[in-house]
């Protein structure tokens, strides 16, 4: 498949993307989360895309997922209104207090020190402690 | 061609939109009182009637002298409660793939044994999570008077691969016989209690004239409401069920769906620390946030997994819109991989509620450490000089597309 933007053109292996796609889209539905961090090392890295094609379509593609995933959920009575109604405003808030503490933290330190966080609670699910 | 998108679509929706069974008949107070129930020969009096948020109560009363007195607690509210049983049987070698489901396990359930069969309790405990409700129950004796949720109505779905592919729960089969449901009632209550301690302990002096006294503790986080205190020797010998109410006040809330009561204070600043680290981290907080609510308060996962969703939902449609005004995505890509994305979220959803608690932890711990390794490798020397290159055209095309925005 051809993709044009901002007068470039792409070749990209739509099908490898859409099987890639899928697998990404069972994950994140089943556990709840929004699926980003592997989508876009799917579309740079193994579709060979620029980061600026990647940054707007990869959110445009798991927002077809979070939707579908949410009204499933929703028919599976998962869905609990109060518990959306204490998370939702927090999500809302953090995401306008982060950009403006965003230019004074480095994105690299941010990044190890998320690492060193996610395998602590990485093996705290496992069990090892 | 459009003829055949339009019907797909509308047989997509009719699937959404008949959630009515499923989410909303909940509140069905399990049956109570049992017949034949012989009032008079067991006594049972409470020193208080209400608690605030759990607390403790003193209970005592007069049962036929040299029997063991065991005391039921259960609350009205009910919760669902689920179960997805591919374990191999004993019998035939094969395996079910049968998913029951209640939506009448009442929110909080405890036996209170004498003290003398601690012993009994404990030897079951060391089988850590692989403890049986059945098993511990008759072990202590407490399956003669175990009644409460013997009642409820369970439905099961006769799964299959297919059906859980297209997302169906299966076909619904017939309704079991008393002894089943009793059975199947326990390994429900087990799915939705987990620990063993929830379920039963040992709090009952009995002294040899028959009089008894417990102190019962009734924890914090539970459901409010009236919860009804049975005390019995054996199925026929059971006193009359006395009453009290659990109350809880703001900033106290009961999350019906849940069947938690938590203080909104600690998950309200929990998804704001998560999201604020999320967006700086430059990936959504779902990842963090679905683990750290599962393992903090006593949440089924499959109602986190189920309301985390819908939260990341709208930040990532602002985003959209964002990049949107400035022409910055490719509609074309995003549109041909999303749709791929749609099936994958139809059938995620339902392998949810097919899993346990410990299953879901299990694999999240292994996608925590791919992301970790995804997270590492984007730290690297090598990425960052790429990546520096990257970005460094990534804000040259935003400015274009930015400054031919406002030229409109």
């Known amino acids: 498949m051809i993709v044009q933007f901002w007068g470039q053109e792409f070749k990209v292996n739509i099908v490898v993307g859409c099987i890639g796609g899928f697998l990404i889209a069972i994950v994140s539905s089943m556990f709840g989360f929004g699926g980003g961090p592997f989508m876009v090392p799917l579309m740079t890295v193994v579709l060979g895309l620029p980061m600026y094609v990647v940054v707007g379509s990869s959110l445009l593609a798991i927002f077809f997922n979070t939707l579908m995933g949410t009204m499933r959920h929703y028919q599976f009575g998962n869905f609990d209104g109060l518990f959306f109604l204490i998370m939702f405003p927090a999500a809302i808030l953090g995401g306008w207090i982060a950009p403006k503490i965003a230019q004074r933290v480095s994105p690299t330190v941010v990044k190890r020190v998320a690492v060193a966080g996610l395998l602590i609670l990485a093996l705290n699910l496992l069990g090892v402690y | ?408």
Request: glycine letters at 8%; zero cysteines.
């Open chain 2, 1 to 408: 061609m459009m003829h055949r998108w339009l019907l797909s679509a509308a047989l997509l929706f009719s699937f959404v939109a008949m959630p009515a069974g499923v989410g909303v008949a909940a509140q069905n107070a399990p049956a109570q009182k049992p017949a034949g129930a012989k009032a008079g020969a067991v006594t049972v009096q409470i020193d208080k009637t209400e608690l605030k948020n759990g607390g403790t109560i003193m209970i005592t009363g007069k049962a036929p002298r040299g029997k063991p007195v065991f005391i039921e607690v259960f609350a009205e509210r009910t919760v669902r409660a689920s179960r997805f049983d591919a374990d191999v049987d004993k019998e035939t070698k094969k395996r079910p793939y049968i998913f029951y489901m209640t939506h009448e396990m009442p929110a909080y359930y405890k036996i209170f044994a004498p003290k003398d069969r601690k012993e009994a309790i404990d030897k079951e405990k060391k089988e850590g999570k692989k403890w049986s409700v059945s098993k511990v129950l008759k072990d202590t004796g407490a399956d003669a008077v175990y009644s409460a949720p013997t009642k409820i109505k369970i439905d099961r779905y006769q799964a299959t691969l297919v059906g859980s592919i297209i997302g169906s729960r299966g076909s619904i089969m017939p309704a079991m016989d008393d002894k089943d449901n009793a059975r199947r009632s326990m390994q429900l209550l087990k799915a939705r209690f987990r620990s063993l301690d929830k379920v039963l302990g040992a709090a009952v002096d009995v002294a040899p004239d028959g009089s008894f006294k417990a102190e019962v503790k009734i924890r914090s986080g539970l459901a409010p409401g009236k919860y009804t205190i049975v005390a019995a020797v054996d199925k026929a010998t059971k006193s009359a069920p006395v009453t009290f109410e659990n109350k809880i006040s703001f900033p106290l809330l009961y999350l019906k769906n849940g069947g938690t009561s938590l203080n909104l204070i600690g998950p309200f600043l929990l998804t704001l620390a998560v999201a604020i680290f999320g967006v700086l981290m430059g990936a959504g907080g779902g990842f963090i946030l679905n683990p750290l609510l599962v393992s903090i308060w006593p949440l089924p996962h499959t109602i986190v997994a189920g309301t985390v969703m819908p939260t990341v939902l709208f930040s990532q449609g602002s985003g959209i819109y964002n990049y949107s005004k400035i022409k910055f995505i490719s509609w074309k890509l995003g549109v041909a991989i999303g749709l791929s994305m749609v099936v994958g979220g139809f059938i995620g959803p339902k392998m949810t509620e097919l899993i346990t608690l410990e299953q879901f932890k299990f694999v999240f711990g292994w996608i925590l450490i791919i992301l970790a390794g995804l997270m590492f490798w984007q730290t690297t020397p090598k990425y960052l000089a790429t990546n520096k290159k990257e970005q460094a055209i990534l804000k040259e095309f935003k400015r274009k597309a930015e400054e031919s925005a406002r030229k409109k």
